[in-house]
């Protein structure tokens, strides 16, 4: 059983960071890529920012250049730093985690952007 724990979430102003963070259970930090997801309310669950092969990182539309996914191989958790964050960041942020055609999901952290 793979276990996803995300923590970090919550409201911050217009302009605002704020960094999640994600504890994978187990050995999967150290085989799977990571990424983050997000869903606002009445719309479909769209990719953040996910590892790919090669070191290499996807972004999602419009957060490239604000947001930026990283790993502390300390903690053993993949952190989604978000900067110059808009009310349209609002959002439920998933962690993601893919290995060997297996998928994985947290059980989801709440982001509100607002003044």
């Known amino acids: 059983q793979v276990v996803l724990v995300e923590s970090g979430g919550g409201l911050v102003r217009p302009g605002g960071s704020l960094t999640l963070s994600c504890a994978p259970s187990?050995?999967?930090?150290?085989?799977?890529?990571l990424g983050w997801y997000r869903q606002a309310p009445e719309k479909q669950r769209e990719l953040v920012v996910r590892?790919?092969?090669?070191?290499?990182?996807d972004y999602g539309d419009g957060v490239k250049g604000r947001f930026t996914i990283f790993r502390d191989n300390v903690k053993n958790t993949t952190n989604l730093v978000m900067n110059r964050l808009e009310p349209e960041d609002t959002a439920v942020y998933y962690c993601?985690?893919?290995?060997?055609?297996?998928?994985?999901w947290g059980q989801g952290v709440q982001v509100t952007v607002s003044s």
């Open positions: 993601n985690a893919r290995w060997m055609g297996f998928e994985y």
């Open positions: 590892e790919i092969s090669g070191g290499r990182r």
């Open positions: 187990g050995s999967i930090f150290g085989i799977a890529n």
